[in-house]
């Protein structure tokens, strides 16, 4: 099944099933990496009429067993909750690693009016940023690591990355500092809480970038200074996402988990006026930076759902193409329904401290998808191709 059960799971609800769990298998459609695999198991779950309040408290107690049961591992109740732009302007990330500090800090208001162009661009775009991080202790860090760091966020989207280091001695090096007044920087440097021997790293672009640069690089001066205890489970969730996202492929707005997501009601009016600020009654449950599982209270109003579906401009015709099954199944009455989804594997790889989920995994594939051990894909008989109707043919190059 790809991805998730999802439509079918609201369709029990809608059918009078008050709560609904199962085991799933998926298969994934997403590039691999060390924490996902082509196919992998869920945990899921969908129960009517509840609230977001409801789906958390359910499913920190479940957490908090299995932890102490499989684990040995004491989780202390509540989980901290982060809101999505907490989260995007302390960590650069939606799923924040909490293990260790150096959050990110925004120097915006500063250097609006300065002298360096890439400040100022940055700090004119709708929706641009200057934002810097402190690597403490680092201000001595030789020019060649300096670089492989420009390297590195060059790579997550950065045309460059300015830097300030305060050496031991008192002196400053500033790599932009031709462009400043001694005063801009000073000012810098205090709100970044910079003191001698520090290294301050600044990205400079539309937040999304920015956010994805410097969440990047804090990961890896993290992992390379020895900051993160490996020791620690940092549980927490991460709620009231954006409900919609701006595609610039497509030149419109999308659905950031999926069409069905509930909008938070206290911002449903600017649905039509500024689409991208409506939040979205979604959650997602992160542990050490990865996240675990997500999910969100659905849309069980026809009208909500129907205005869901014209911003993110799937025509009505399309709609029902699409989703005409549930559509005609929300006619007849449907409770409010939330749940949420688990990666079992995942969850096994963080809590058993393995490097990938393919050591947690029985028969895993790799990276291309492969299993070595049976050699699977592989050439398949011309007589099983026959069976299903399939030829195939070459071409002359």
Request: charged share 30%; net charge negative.
């Amino acid at each position: 099944m790809p991805q998730s059960p999802q439509l079918f799971k609201q369709l029990l609800m809608c059918s009078g099933f008050d709560r609904y769990f199962q085991i799933a298998k998926c298969f994934r459609d997403e590039d691999l990496r060390a924490d996902r695999q082509p196919e992998f198991t869920q945990a899921d779950m969908e129960l009517s009429f509840v609230d977001v309040d409801d789906v958390i408290d359910v499913n920190e107690r479940l957490i908090q067993h299995v932890a102490k049961k499989t684990f040995g591992i004491d989780v202390e109740l509540p989980l901290p909750r982060m809101k999505w732009i907490d989260a995007m302007n302390d960590y650069g990330s939606d799923k924040p690693d909490t293990r260790f500090d150096m959050k990110l800090t925004d120097i915006t208001d500063i250097v609006k009016d300065c002298g360096f162009a890439v400040f100022t661009d940055a700090a004119a775009m709708k929706s641009g940023s200057v934002r810097g991080i402190n690597v403490k202790g680092q201000g001595g860090m030789a020019r060649k690591k300096i670089d492989a760091l420009v390297t590195f966020a060059k790579g997550y989207g950065a045309k460059g990355l300015p830097y300030i280091q305060l050496k031991e001695d008192g002196s400053v090096k500033c790599s932009f500092a031709k462009f400043m007044t001694e005063d801009e920087i000073k000012a810098i440097v205090e709100r970044m809480g910079g003191e001698k021997g520090d290294l301050l790293l600044i990205a400079a672009d539309q937040n999304k970038i920015v956010w994805n640069v410097l969440g990047a690089l804090r990961l890896k001066l993290g992992e390379e200074l020895g900051l993160i205890d490996h020791n620690k489970f940092n549980f927490l969730w991460v709620v009231e996402f954006p409900l919609l996202e701006w595609s610039d492929e497509e030149e419109r707005f999308v659905a950031m988990h999926h069409p069905f997501t509930m909008p938070m009601d206290e911002d449903w009016h600017l649905i039509d006026s500024d689409p991208g600020a409506v939040r979205a009654k979604a959650y997602d449950i992160v542990l050490n930076g990865v996240e675990l599982g997500g999910g969100s209270v659905r849309i069980h109003q026809n009208d909500i759902q129907e205005k869901m579906f014209e911003v993110i401009g799937l025509r009505p015709e399309e709609a029902q193409e699409k989703f005409g099954f549930l559509l005609t199944a929300f006619k007849y009455g449907v409770p409010p329904h939330a749940g949420l989804a688990y990666g079992i594997d995942r969850f096994a790889m963080l809590m058993t401290g393995a490097e990938s989920i393919r050591d947690v995994m029985a028969f895993p594939k790799n990276k291309d998808a492969v299993d070595l051990m049976s050699e699977a894909p592989n050439l398949v008989d011309p007589k099983q191709l026959e069976e299903l109707s399939i030829s195939i043919t070459k071409t002359e190059e």
